[in-house]
């Protein structure tokens, strides 16, 4: 089943970047929603899509996403979507073309199936519970580099601040992309060693991203090292650190508890 809800993902995802291409650097339609920042057009565009497409394939899957208002009735599914039509809106807004659609399938917690596609550079990662983490058909893996080794890590500036650290925050080069997603399919393709986000995270933002990372070999938790679950009541984890697991280790042990 993993297997072909993938190739029902990839699909979906690649039918979704040519809609949200119709709206990039087009000036789409922008408001806000509330404390959650701002939505586009493209974002409804692409989520209607989505919806209609993917759970008239799967009707028995339960659904969540950031676009649509939730429905407790997926928490009696076995097996979830879990989407974020763009992740990363304001750099789509921007013009930028770091932002990415994120498709995940759930069963009984544990994400199964994934595909994020970053429409405005032609990337597709891809990973599934009996298939291993890939760029474009190609197999990626995490590094191996370590903290004495120069790794760099991709995490908000606000994350250097002394209230998450015991002492001062280990020593490493930071770097940032909007995408949630992004930064750990980065972390996967080993272009970057490790992500790191202390606040409340959406479960759409992550949940594909999250088993692309651990299918390349990094540890993926969340801030206090737990594993992660998916399709909760509330559907957040409390912040997110992948990397390597001696890299992960390293990082976590400097970490406040």
């Known amino acids: 089943m993993p297997a072909h809800d993938l190739a029902l993902l990839t699909q979906a995802a690649r039918a979704a970047g040519e809609i949200a291409l119709r709206y990039w650097q087009n000036t789409p339609a922008v408001w806000e929603k509330g404390d959650q920042g701002p939505v586009t057009e493209a974002d409804i565009a692409v989520n209607d899509m989505l919806k209609s497409t993917l759970r008239a394939a799967r009707p028995s ?14 928490l009696q599914c076995e097996h979830v979507f879990i989407i974020d039509p763009i992740d990363g809106t304001r750099a789509f807004i921007a013009g930028e073309p770091y932002f990415a659609h994120s498709l995940a399938v759930a069963h009984r917690g544990e ?15 891809t990973a599934s519970h009996d298939a291993p983490a890939m760029l474009d058909g190609m197999a990626i893996s995490a590094t191996a580099t370590r903290l004495q080794d120069g790794a760099n890590i991709l995490t908000p500036k606000a ?14 080069q930071r770097s940032f992309r909007a995408s949630l997603a992004y930064r750990l399919c980065l972390v996967a393709e080993g272009r970057h060693d490790g992500m790191l986000t202390f606040r409340p995270t959406w479960e ?35 912040g997110v650190l992948a990397a390597n697991p001696a890299l992960h280790g390293e990082i976590f042990g400097h970490i406040k508890a």
């Open 111 to 125: 994400v199964v199936a994934a595909a994020v596609y970053l429409p405005a550079k032609d990337l597709l990662f």
């Open 61 to 74: 899957y339960g659904w969540l996403s950031e676009e649509t208002p939730d429905d407790s009735a997926r």
């Open 204 to 238: 759409w933002d992550i949940a594909a991203g999250a088993l692309i990372a651990s299918k390349a070999g990094a540890r993926v938790t969340d801030r206090h090292g737990q594993a992660l679950r998916f399709n909760n009541a509330t559907p957040q984890t409390a």
């Open 159 to 172: 994350n250097l601040l002394p209230d998450f650290w015991q002492g001062a925050p280990p020593a490493f």
